[in-house]
C-alpha cells in the first residue's frame, strides 16, 4: 500500500482512475453528492475540477495506491475564511468496493491529518451519512457533533440524515 499527496500534474494523469473509484463508490449506494445513473463523465469532471483546485492550493488531494493504482482517495480542504486559519474539511472518502476493510482507508485520513498537522492546523470537520461511516470516523477519533436530518439523498433516491464530526489535532 502507498499513499501520496498528488500535485496537480499528477492529479491531472490519473483522472481515470479516480472517477473510476468515485463511480464505483456512487454506484454502490455512497452519499457523497451525486444522483444514479451517474455517468463516468460526471465522475471525471469531478476530478478534473479536483486537480485544478490541487493546482490552485484549494484542496489536498491523497489517493491510495496497489501496484501503481490509485484505489482510494480523500480530499483535505483548507479554510479561506479569515477567522478560522486553523481549521480544515475532511471530504470525499472513497475506496473502491474490492478495496474496502484493508486499511485503505484509515491510512489515507491519517495521511491528510497528518498534512493538517503540517499546516499547522489543529481542528478537523467533515460529515458522513451511513453507520460505516460513523464507526469508521469515530474508531479514528473523531467526535460526533450532531445530526441533520434528510440532509441530502442517498444515490438511488430518498433522504439520508448527515452526521457531522470533528477532530482536535
Not at 451517474?38 to 483546485?53: K, L, Q
Amino acid at each position: 500500500m502507498e499513499i501520496r499527496l498528488l500535485d496537480a500534474d499528477e492529479a491531472r494523469a490519473r483522472i481515470p482512475e479516480l472517477a473510476l473509484i468515485l463511480h464505483d463508490c456512487v454506484v454502490k449506494g455512497a452519499s457523497v453528492g451525486f444522483m444514479n445513473p451517474f455517468s463516468m463523465a460526471e465522475a471525471i469532471g469531478f476530478y478534473a475540477e479536483c486537480a485544478e483546485n490541487a493546482a490552485n492550493g484549494e484542496a489536498f488531494l491523497f489517493a491510495a495506491f496497489v501496484n501503481g493504482r490509485a484505489v482510494g482517495t480523500v480530499q483535505l480542504i483548507t479554510s479561506r475564511k479569515p477567522n478560522q486559519p486553523h481549521r480544515g474539511d475532511i471530504i470525499k472518502m472513497l475506496v473502491h468496493s474490492i478495496h474496502r476493510n484493508q486499511g485503505f482507508g484509515a491510512a489515507l485520513l491519517k495521511a491528510a491529518e497528518d498534512e493538517a498537522h503540517r499546516r499547522g492546523l489543529t481542528l478537523l470537520t467533515l460529515d458522513t451519512a451511513g453507520v460505516d461511516g460513523e464507526r469508521f470516523y469515530e474508531r479514528a477519533g473523531y467526535s460526533r457533533a450532531g445530526v441533520i436530518p434528510d440532509f441530502a439523498l442517498w444515490p438511488d433516491g430518498g433522504f439520508c440524515d448527515t452526521v457531522i464530526y470533528y477532530k482536535k489535532i
